[in-house]
Nanobody, 128 residues
Framework: QVQLVESGGGSVQAGGSLKLSCEVSGFPYSGSSYCVAWFREAPGKKREGLAHIRGTDATYQDFVRGRFTISRDDDANRVHLEIDSLKPEDTATYYC?????????????????????WGQGTQVTVSS
């Protein structure tokens, strides 16, 4: 059974940084056989994709490029999202999701993917 568990959220001041982690378990995988992405959902807003990674190939939505970095540590079964220069508008629940890199409705600059497995989310609150 595939499970994703996010951690690393918290309350920070604007301008600070956070490193979110997504622990993936139960996935019969190799480094490039599945895709992982990070999303966020702010109160009253739709869930939006932030960054996607397959193997070491990462893509970012234009509005996060330069501040967000996605990476994966296959030895630790983790995918990280580092966020720099946090802004109050980054306040949201952050989710990781994984899938078999099949075509779907979540679009990133180099493709649209389906994510079959989702974590429960971790809250990030940024104060000014």
């Amino acid at each position: 059974q595939v499970q994703l568990v996010e951690s690393g959220g918290g309350s920070v001041q604007a301008g600070g940084s956070l490193k979110l982690s997504c622990e993936v378990s139960g996935f019969p995988y190799s480094g490039s056989s599945y895709c992982v992405a990070w999303f966020r959902e702010a109160p009253g807003k739709k869930r939006e994709g932030l960054a996607h990674i397959r193997g070491t190939d990462a893509t970012y939505q234009d509005f996060v490029r330069g501040r967000f970095t996605i990476s994966r540590d296959d030895d630790a079964n983790r995918v990280h999202l580092e966020i720099d220069s946090l802004k109050p508008e980054d306040t949201a629940t952050y989710y990781c999701a994984a899938g078999w890199c099949s075509s779907g409705s979540w679009c990133f600059p180099r493709g649209c993917y389906e994510y079959n497995y989702w974590g429960q989310g971790t809250q990030v609150t940024v104060s000014s």
